[in-house]
């Protein structure tokens, strides 16, 4: 194992580079082919979603090939008219009306609360910081019960108060945390050079420290977008009128109503589905990559 | 920074309020509910223990906590080893290692949506996309959804796919080693794996700690997947605790049932967390300061 160059001849070091080169190279294609066999392991149930919702039903699960061999737009039209009164694009903006307002009231609580965390001395803040980390660690089926009975008893169930109001309240830990990190990572010269200059501390916050802050803000919005969308029981808990219904109880909807036959409506509705969270991820994914390890790695 | 106290209570106020409102009184309340019998129509009547007591002889209790615990104890450590083992690979400052950390991580953004879930019925159903697979090799089409065994290694899977989130915070961890350490070691003879197991993974325990327990407490709350694709079936054997606690209180209406189960979980999380925070002082190592965060 002891390998050194100490008393080598140049001839015998050379071949000894030009060995590990080789083990290098070796190296190398091992990794790509690993990286390339689970990656497409991975990703192909998805392209095969895709491209089964362009065959004819029966072809579905007929063959293995990516490419239909008999191109078929049924699956898009069916699905898309749906089995109830409404369409498909109706879910869609369901969805938007309650993600948008969840992403906003998140950002602006999560920013304004983090600024008082990052930012000030505050009566009792080590109890609050450790409050804060609590939540992000409790289960979520613990409050989920008496939560119902809240909005019940203030007239808001089959509305979308439930799923976006606590929003208001910078209730999701995870972001306000990942928000204090990236504001202790920032210098506070700024702030003091404008707090000199005569700043209010609500300037400070809206002229310097919102625009610095601006890439933890898309990371957190997109976050909470992608589990907005994502999010399955909140919906089913409080919804209940099928107008009202978000994309995923509607996909839930399609598949009880047709017991599974007509999967290729069912699964070009679920790649309808994904398409906005695959846009958005592809065109923001350093957002992703950025928000996700400043929360993890200095955490 | 700033010294006005009065002012930095108001900025987090919000929290404050929905801490209060959002979290701590529900969580209160719903250890008040499970005392009692509750089904929506009725006031609440307070019964105690009962709730408690009733869990003893439920055997759906049992074997859904049991389902769940195999649940978090299958998926958490082949999640992590899987992330950790691409991330490693990544790290070799391949060329194309933007366009990989893409394609790993986009089944983490789409992984807990209803969608996913319907594809892997079509993936798993006894005429689907696998048994079609598995038959151009000669296989018999296997009930992957109707075995119990099976079933639960097809919920499995849905969450160990979704590893590139954990993946692309140990990349993150795995870059940020330093060279120096690695050069240190390659001039004393190290091998690879050496390297790996004696430098690169003691100097990331914290972010594999981070991992785990970020993992577990969301494993634990899993609901759509077995939801959607199982039902909880077949014989209870994919019922994940959240799943037992929805039935209880959204379906059957026993709000007190439910609440109490739902403090069990509860209970059982804090202790697995309180254990795991526990052991971190054996494995984990802060560099620099002791401790840490």
Redesign the interface.
Known sequence: MNKTFVNRSVAESNSYVKAELRKEKIGAAVRYFILLLCGLVMLYPLFWMFSAAFKPNHEIFSSLSLWPSEFSLDGFINGWNTGTEYTFGRFFLNTLWYVLPKVILTVISSVIVAYGFARFDIPFKKFWFVTLVATILLPTSVLLIPQYLMFREMGMLDSYMPLYLPMAFATQGFFVFMLIQFLRGLPTDMEEAAQIDGCNSYQLLWYIVVPMLKPAIISVALFQFMWSVNDFLGPLIYISSVEKYPIALALKLSIDVTEGTQWNEILAMASIAIVPSIVVFLIAQNYFVEGITSGGVKG | ?????R??????S??????L???A???L??LV?SFTDYDLINAPEYIGLDNYRNMISDDTFYKSMSVTFAYVFLTIPLKLAFALF?AF??N?K?RGIKF????????S??G?????A??W???F?L???LN??LG?FGVEAISWLGEPVFAMFSVTLLRV?QFG?AM??FL??LQ?VPQSQYEAAMID?A?KWQMFTKITVPLITP?IF??F??QT?QA??E??AP??ITGGGPAESTYL??LY??DT??KYFD?GY??AL??V??LA?AVF?AISFKSSKYWVFYSGDKGG?
């Open positions: 920074m700033y010294e006005n106290r002012l930095g209570l108001a900025y987090i919000p929290y404050i309020i929905g801490l409102v959002f979290t009184f529900p969580f309340a719903s509910i691409i690979v990544l070799f391949l990989f950390r893409t394609a790993y991580y986009i089944p953004i789409l807990s949506s209803v969608a996913i319907v594809l019925r079509a993936i159903s005429d689907g996309l079609n697979f151009v796919w989130s692309v915070i993150a961890a940020s003879g091998s972010v981070f991992n327990i970020m407490t634990f709350q609901f759509t939801f959607v605790f959240s606690i929805y209180a959204f709000l439910g609440s739902a403090w979980l509860f999380v967390t965060k």
